[in-house]
């Protein structure tokens, strides 16, 4: 474990007692008719992925991108994504997939991997930007904010799956965890850090600051260089991630590090240097093709 900041948030949360209130999941299915299922882990990342089409769609409509080429290009990064997001997930759990490897193409019952989702994505959107001769750098700035607002939303699909949940805490704020699902060893505690918040709400925070720049910047308030957002977002969202799961006692490891923090961290300092590159010593980053700028 890199950081774990559990102890620090039950000071905290032991002044706010009278706040108190309780998360308690509805469970998984939203509605069954027969053997179809509906459950709130699929309903959210697609309610996510349409959303982030459509945001992208305008953003990139107000940037002189042409809407039809985004929309394309959101297949190749929803293809891309998910299965890389699952297969990220599984190599790492793979000592409880191999007894039962029925369930490793089981999506709807939870386990992806963002770090995942989020180098399948790039790879796809690479490849489509190469043969639609469209800026990568421009593409990824236009789905940056699309990007982080899926992940808010997608995060309470951990929530209603119980899972994804932090250390355990007497916090106000508590997330109630049935017993079945709680970790081995603390089948005798009820309520844990509700670490689905906490990275939600961070995540509209992230989502704020990209609206903000990208809107300033269409004035030139400050000057954005294609690139920007996207190091932009790596560098928050990571930052938010990396004492995040510090909480969580279901981490993805990798002997006694913590996967998404490494990743996380590693994240952060490619954003930085990124953007050093770009306004401190002005140049620009690599494309696959020339910007329009250029």
């Known amino acids: 474990m890199l950081i774990d900041i559990s102890t620090l948030l039950d000071q905290v949360g032991n002044t706010w007692g009278p706040l108190a209130f309780e998360f308690t999941s509805p469970g998984p299915i939203v509605f069954q008719v027969g053997s179809w299922t509906v459950r709130w882990y699929g309903l959210l990342i697609a309610s996510a992925v349409m959303l982030g089409v459509l945001l992208s769609q305008l953003l990139a409509k107000l940037r002189g991108i042409n809407p039809d080429l985004v929309g394309d290009a959101a ?78 939303i997608g995060r309470w699909g951990n929530f209603f799956n119980s899972e994804a949940f932090g250390s355990p805490t007497d916090l106000p704020w508590k997330l109630f965890i049935p017993e079945a699902q709680r970790p081995r060893g603390y089948q005798e505690i009820a309520y844990y850090h509700p670490t689905f918040l906490y990275e939600s709400l961070w995540n509209l925070m992230v989502f704020g600051l990209l609206l903000a720049l990208f809107f300033r910047g269409l004035k030139g308030k400050p000057q954005l260089q294609p690139g920007t957002l996207f190091l932009v977002y790596m560098v928050t969202y990571s930052a938010g991630r990396v004492w995040i799961e510090g909480l969580r006692t279901d981490s993805l490891m990798l002997g006694p590090l913590r996967i998404a923090q490494v990743v996380s961290l590693t994240a952060i300092l490619i954003g930085i240097a990124g953007l050093a590159w770009l306004y401190v010593w002005r140049r620009r980053l690599p494309d696959v093709v020339a910007t329009q700028a250029e």
Do not use: N, T
Request: glycine letters at 8%; aromatic letters at 12%; charged letters at 10%.
């Open 75 to 152: 297949i190749w990064l929803v293809v891309g994504a998910i299965p890389l997001a699952r297969l990220y997930y599984v190599l790492f759990e793979w000592q409880a997939y191999a007894s039962h490897p029925q369930d490793i193409i089981a999506i709807w019952k939870g386990g992806i991997a963002i770090h995942g989702a989020i180098l399948g994505g790039m790879l796809a959107a690479l490849i489509f930007c190469r043969l639609q001769k469209l800026s990568f750098w421009q593409l990824a700035d236009v789905v940056a904010p699309s990007l982080i607002l899926g992940q808010a």
